[in-house]
C-alpha cells in the first residue's frame, strides 16, 4: 500500500538557517510521482515540485533544493537561508501511475516557523 | 495562469442541512478531484472524476457525498446531511493526466458546520 511519512511534525529556525524538510515514501508502483506543496497560514496549497520516479536528478529552484534518492525512498526538501515568508505547512504527496487514478496521497505535513 | 476557481470560500451550515460546494476546474484538464483536509490535520482524498463519472473513492466518500459535472465547466461536491464532523477545508483539484501532470488545485471551500 502507499504511504508517505513525514516524521517531523514541528520545525523552528531562525532566518538565515538551511533546513531540511524529510519524507519517507511506501509504493509497491515502479512508476510514480513525488510532489511538495506549501500551505501558508492563508490555506491554500501552493505547488512547488514534481518529480517521477525515473528522474533521481536533484533539483535546485532558488533557496528550495530537492533530493531524491529512490535507495531509500526518500524526497527531502531543503530551504537555505530561510525567511520569514518560509513559515508554512509543507506537505510531501505520492501518486501512484498504476493501479489508481493518480489520486495524490499526503504525508501528515511539517510545519516550519522561521522566526526574524 | 490558468486556475481552479472554488466557491464560496467559507460556508457555515447548520448540522443536517445539505451543502454544494462548487469548483472550476482548468478547461482542458480531464480529472478532477476532491479532497478534505480537517483543521490542523492533513490533506484527504475523497473522490476522482473521469469521463463523467467517479473514478476512484475513498473511504471517507459515503453515501453522503455525492459528485457532479453538471454542465461541462463546474464540478461540485454535495453533502446530503452535513454532520459535525464534516467540518474542514475541502480542496478541488484538477489535472490533465493521471499524476504524470502536476495536480493544481484551488483556494479551497472552509466549511463549518455548527
Known amino acids: 500500500a502507499q504511504k508517505v511519512t513525514q516524521a517531523q511534525t514541528e520545525i523552528s529556525v531562525v532566518e538565515k538557517e538551511d533546513v531540511t524538510l524529510d519524507c519517507v515514501y511506501e509504493?509497491?508502483?515502479?512508476?510514480?510521482?513525488l510532489f511538495w506543496y506549501k500551505q501558508p497560514p492563508s490555506g491554500e496549497l501552493v505547488f512547488l515540485i514534481r518529480?517521477?520516479?525515473?528522474?533521481?536528478q536533484n533539483e535546485i529552484s532558488g533557496r528550495y533544493s530537492w533530493n531524491f534518492q529512490k535507495s531509500t525512498s526518500s524526497f527531502n526538501f531543503t530551504i537555505t537561508a530561510s525567511q520569514v515568508v518560509d513559515s508554512a505547512v509543507y506537505f510531501c504527496?505520492?501518486?501512484?501511475?498504476?493501479?489508481?487514478?493518480?489520486?495524490?496521497?499526503f504525508g501528515k505535513g511539517t510545519k516550519l516557523s522561521v522566526k526574524p | 495562469e490558468p486556475e481552479v476557481t472554488q466557491t464560496p470560500s467559507h460556508q457555515v451550515t447548520q448540522m443536517g442541512q445539505e451543502v454544494i460546494l462548487r469548483c472550476v476546474p482548468i478547461s482542458n484538464h480531464l480529472y478532477f478531484y476532491w479532497y478534505r483536509q480537517i483543521l490542523g490535520q492533513k490533506v484527504e482524498f475523497l473522490v476522482s472524476f473521469y469521463n463523467n463519472e467517479i473514478s476512484e473513492k475513498s473511504e471517507i466518500f459515503d453515501d453522503q457525498f455525492s459528485v457532479e459535472r453538471p454542465d461541462g465547466s463546474n464540478f461540485t461536491l454535495k453533502i446530503r446531511s452535513t454532520k459535525l464532523e464534516d467540518s474542514a477545508m475541502y480542496f478541488c483539484a484538477s489535472n490533465l493526466g493521471q499524476g504524470v501532470y502536476g495536480y493544481t488545485f484551488g483556494s479551497g471551500t472552509r466549511l463549518t458546520v455548527v
Open positions: 518529480r517521477n520516479s525515473f528522474d533521481e
Open positions: 509504493t509497491r508502483d515502479t512508476t510514480y510521482y
Open positions: 504527496a505520492l501518486s501512484e501511475a498504476e493501479g489508481s487514478q493518480g489520486n495524490l496521497i
